[in-house]
Every structure is written in C-alpha cells, then in structure tokens.
C-alpha cells in the first residue's frame, strides 16, 4: 500500500472542531498519488491514517517527542543567543511554564487527533466496505493505529475526543486517562487474532502486525497505573493492581507480551547505533517503526540529527547541524563510569582504516562517500554523546571542503554565530538565570550533543530515511526489566539488564570489546540502566513519572506541582468546544 500526499484544506484547530468530532462530514481531503481516491476508499483512507505517524506526528522534534523528552532531565532544546526564542515555545517546555498557548503542545494536539480523525475515517470505509480484499486485516491495523493515537494523547493530555464506530450510538465523546486505559487495552487484546504475524500477508515493521500490539499492550500496562492515578501527590502509584482481564497484574501482563517478543524473531543489535542508521529499516530490533524515505516526495524528518548538531558541524558542504537541542547534565552526569559502555559513543572507522578521533590527532580523512544528487562529499562525525572540543571539516568558500591533497582536513571548529567560541560542547549548562534556558550570544556552544541518530545529508537538512521506531527490541527487554523489578524479582531484571549491556559491542579499534554486566541492581542503577538504552527515543516523560522523579528541580527548571504530569488543552480547542474541560492545573 502506498503512503498517501495528504492536503488538508482547513487549518489544524479546524479540523479538530469540525472533523474529529464529525467523521461523516470529513473536511479533508485525501490525494492518492496513483488512482486519485477518495477519503472513502478503504485503500487511500487506510493509508492516510499510516501517513499521519510520518506526517511529523512521531518524526517531528516538536510534537509527540518534544513533549516526551524537552521537559525531562535528559534533554532541552534552550535560547542560544540569537536562535531558537521562537516566542519562548522551546524553552517553556525546559521550564514546565508552557500554558494554554504554546504552539508546539498546539501542534502536537492537532496532530494526534488528526491521527484519532484519520483512523476513525478509515474504519468507516472499511465498514462500507465489506468485500474490500483482507478487509478484516486491513480493520484491525486501523482500529490498532487508532488505539496507538488515542493512548498517546490520553498519555500526554489526560483526554481524547472519540466516536465508537462499533457501538449503537457513535455520538462524540470525550475519553478520560483513568477509564479509558481499560477500554484501550481490552481493544487492543480483542484485535490480535485479527492481525497479521509480522513478516507474513506483506507486512513489515511499519505495519501494525501481531507484535506491534504486543508492544502496545506492555506499554499501556506498564503505564496504566500512572494514568488511573496521574495526580498522586507522593508518585506512589499501584503498579500491582489487578489486570484488566482479571488474569494477574499490571507487572504480570507486561512480563507476558514483552516476553512473546523477547522470545520471538527479534534480536538485539550488537552495534548499538544499526538501530539508528541510515539503513535502519533492516535492524533486527524493529517491532513498530515510522517508516522514513528520502525521495523528496514524501515528508519525512531529520530533526533527530539535525537538531543537535552545531551549525559549524558540515556533513557535506550543503549540510549542516543548527544548534539547537543538547543534553542535559543530570542525564549526562549518570554515565559516569560508564563511559565505555557501547551505548555511548563510536568512533567512525573510514574504509581506508581512518579512524576520527575527534581530539584534534586525525589531520584528514578519505572522501568515501558522496551525496548522490550534488556529488559532493560526505564527512562522517562520530556517534552518541559528543563532549568537550569537536573537530571536522571547514568550508573553502567555493562550494566545497577545504581539503589536504585529495583528502578531506579536519580542522579545529569554532561556533558559525560566534566566530570567536570554541565548539567546545561543555557538559555544564551555565544559564544566567538558572531557572530560564536562555543562553547568551557567548554561551551558545554549551551542552552536550546527541548523535545517536545519524545524519542523512541528501535532498538537505531536514530529510531522513532513517526509521523512526516507536518500539524496539530493546526498548522492550527495559519495560520487562522494570516489571520484574516492580514485582521484587531483582535477579530476572538484572538478567535483562545485563543482557542488553553484555549484547552492545565497541568499535574494532576497542577490540569490539562487549559491554560490562552490573553484578547489582537498585533502583537507582535499574532508572540510569533504562536511560542509557532509551535516551533521546521519546521514553523519558513517561519513565521519569513511574519512578517520581519528574516533579523534581533539575537543570533550568523548578519542583513542580503533579498537574504538570499532564499538559493543557490548547486553549484555541477549549475556544471551539465548549465540551472538553481544560485539565486540573490550568
């Protein structure tokens, strides 16, 4: 099935008033590239609520993920001089002082219920369609992407406009967090027997198979108890409460369909970073992905990359980083001692044996690779956290690197807005006022960069097609890791643990040495185990408020009441629909 170009014709807050809440009179209109469908054709209306994910909904910085990890002790996007005020949008979710009308808590809202919009829309052209070819496959995708959209904004906004389709009366309702997540993994459960095994009937990782439920399922019950409860002020949530099918607890059911993957087809990657590869389609950890292509076609989004990388930082002379988001030190300051730890960093070894070192010793390194549509060549910067002083190409002022003979020259880099700055990526964030993330013009180099997401050069710098996965394999030996914890099976979460830091290697010029097993576990080091293998995946927001941490001060931003655990309906939603309440709080 092809992705679809979608147009929306109204702006987003009116779709949300008119069409979320109006599914039979959908003012959208969906363009299929080949046939010209339309929104009820079951092909193009299934298509369109898979586009959603790729539509910046999971890619881009300032939606779901932005909300999931800008306001978290691991990562900020801060003022840095001149870049980056955007009316105060960034730095407010450091802070925890967004409002009502912050554009990008707007922008996420929006685009998660366009994803609710566009699955409800398809179901209705799968239900008049009866004889549509696997049109109960195709159904129970939908009604799974639906639940992934619903949870996602129950998750981040407590409520969900809804129509149940399946019910006598499909008039709108509004869901709540702390009845609906019952109902959400009751759906998801009654779906299954329905859905494809991933890999069989065409499907693939971005496809809502068998396995992508079984993920989905581990992920609402392993969050269940924070949205049954999401203002308990002491954090003490009842992670042992009794499952929904009365079959065990909560910790129980997430031990069970983690293990139906865990004990599956999938396999850890021993080079960390293959999961974040350019050809990361092919990881052997993908359960659920976004699937990404760089065809200059269809949207897709570099931000991972793009974002943190300093302006000066030129993976080809045409592309380049914009010095936006960092790490935060909190989050830095928990790999102490781990520093070799596959997990954190990797050295790039080019063909010819060249290794980057970073540290001002590698004078050059070989042209090995060119952007396919300019010609130009590729530098290759090392992977994970950077810290400290960065080294890389400069630019000849002719369109091209500066080189040595026919080798690239590595340089000593300065920062592009301030010439007289060392890009010296300083793991202490000094803000003037230590409760706003506003850097000065000669402060704009501090913060440690993420390059766990590699850069794709072609077509610019906002196109990847690297895979965005929602669930990996990894991702899903943390959630069993913390379950088992949860129950006081210390040793079976310290088995996974250690398998997940044993299974990474380093690079040839460490030996490929594999990582280091913990011969302990508390819950100290079990939080920073599942932050070295998640950071920067858009799991931290969630992750902080099960274990009490996320109301806490940290960098650039105070203690912080629990309604913050939650953000506010945009207030140009309450505007048009007098029918949702905004949230405790606000």
């Known amino acids: 099935m092809k992705i679809l170009n979608i147009t929306s014709k109204i702006a987003l807050t009116a779709i949300l008033a008119s069409s979320v809440f109006s599914c039979t009179d959908l003012e959208e209109q969906v363009i299929d590239e080949v046939i010209g469908g339309e929104s009820q054709n079951p092909e193009s209306a299934v298509a369109a609520a898979y586009a959603q994910m790729a539509e910046g909904t999971f890619t881009d910085h300032g939606n779901v993920w932005g909300l999931q990890e800008y306001p978290t002790d691991e990562c900020m996007l801060p003022t840095r001089g001149s870049d980056w005020g955007d009316g105060g949008k960034w730095r407010a979710l450091t802070e925890l002082t967004w409002g009502t009308n912050n554009a990008a808590v707007s922008s996420t809202w929006n685009a998660l219920t366009s994803g609710i919009t566009r699955s409800l829309t398809a179901i209705e052209a799968l239900q008049a369609n009866p004889d549509f070819t696997n049109q109960e496959l195709f159904m129970a995708e939908t009604r799974g992407l639906l639940a992934l959209y619903v949870y996602n904004t129950l998750d981040l906004f407590g409520q969900a406009p809804y129509r149940d389709l399946f019910g006598d009366d499909n008039s709108l309702v509004i869901l709540q967090a702390d009845t609906e997540i019952d109902n959400l993994i009751t759906e998801v459960e009654s779906i299954i027997p329905q859905l494809a095994e991933l890999g069989e009937q065409q499907t693939y990782n971005g496809r809502f198979t068998k396995q992508a439920a079984y993920a989905l399922l581990a992920d609402m019950y392993l969050n269940r108890a924070v949205l049954k409860d999401r203002y308990n002020a002491s954090s003490s949530f009842n992670f042992t409460e009794t499952a929904v099918d009365g079959d065990?607890?909560?910790m129980d059911k997430v031990i069970y369909y983690t293990s139906l993957l865990i004990n599956g087809n999938f396999q850890l990657e021993s080079n960390y970073f293959d999961n974040f590869a350019l050809d990361n389609g092919t990881s052997t950890e993908m359960i659920f992905a976004v699937v990404q292509e760089n065809d200059n076609i269809r949207r897709s989004d570099n931000d991972f990359a793009y974002m943190s990388a300093a302006r000066g930082q030129k993976q080809s002379p045409d592309n380049r980083g914009t010095n936006a988001s960092c790490v935060e030190t909190e989050f830095y300051n928990t790999w102490e001692g781990n520093h070799d730890d596959p997990r954190f960093h990797r050295y790039y070894q080019y063909d010819d044996g060249t290794w980057f070192m970073n540290d001002g010793t590698t004078g050059s390194v070989p042209v090995q690779d060119a952007r396919p549509d300019t010609g130009k060549p590729v530098f290759?910067?090392?992977?994970?956290?950077l810290a400290g002083q960065q080294y890389g190409p400069l630019l000849d002022g002719q369109g091209g690197y500066v080189m040595d003979g026919s080798r690239i020259a590595v340089s000593?880099?300065?920062?592009?807005?301030?010439?007289t700055v060392p890009m010296d990526f300083t793991p202490e964030l000094n803000f003037n006022n230590p409760l706003e993330a506003v850097f000065t013009?000669?402060?704009?180099?501090?913060?440690?960069?993420?390059?766990?997401?590699?850069?794709?050069?072609?077509?610019?710098?906002?196109?990847?097609?690297?895979?965005v996965p929602l669930y990996r394999l990894g991702g899903i030996y943390c959630m069993r890791a913390e379950a088992y914890f949860r129950k006081g099976e210390t040793g079976s979460a310290l088995s996974d643990i250690n398998m997940l830091r044993t299974s990474r290697t380093r690079e040839a010029l460490f030996d490929n040495a594999p990582g280091v097993a913990l011969e302990s576990l508390n819950e100290t080091s079990l939080y920073n185990e599942i932050g070295f293998e998640m950071y920067w995946e858009g799991y931290r927001r969630k992750?902080?408020?099960?274990?009490?941490t996320y109301d806490e001060a940290y960098t650039a931003k105070a203690a912080t009441d629990p309604y913050l655990r939650v953000y506010a309906i945009p207030q140009e939603t309450i505007d048009v629909a007098d029918y949702i309440a905004q949230n405790q709080g606000y």
């Open 412 to 419: 000593f880099l300065y920062m592009e807005k301030n010439a």
């Open 380 to 385: 290759h910067f090392n992977r994970g956290l």
């Open 441 to 467: 013009q000669d402060q704009i180099n501090q913060g440690v960069r993420n390059f766990k997401w590699e850069f794709d050069p072609e077509y610019g710098n906002g196109s990847s097609q690297v895979d």
């Open 248 to 250: 065990g607890t909560d």
């Open 543 to 548: 992750q902080m408020i099960r274990f009490g």
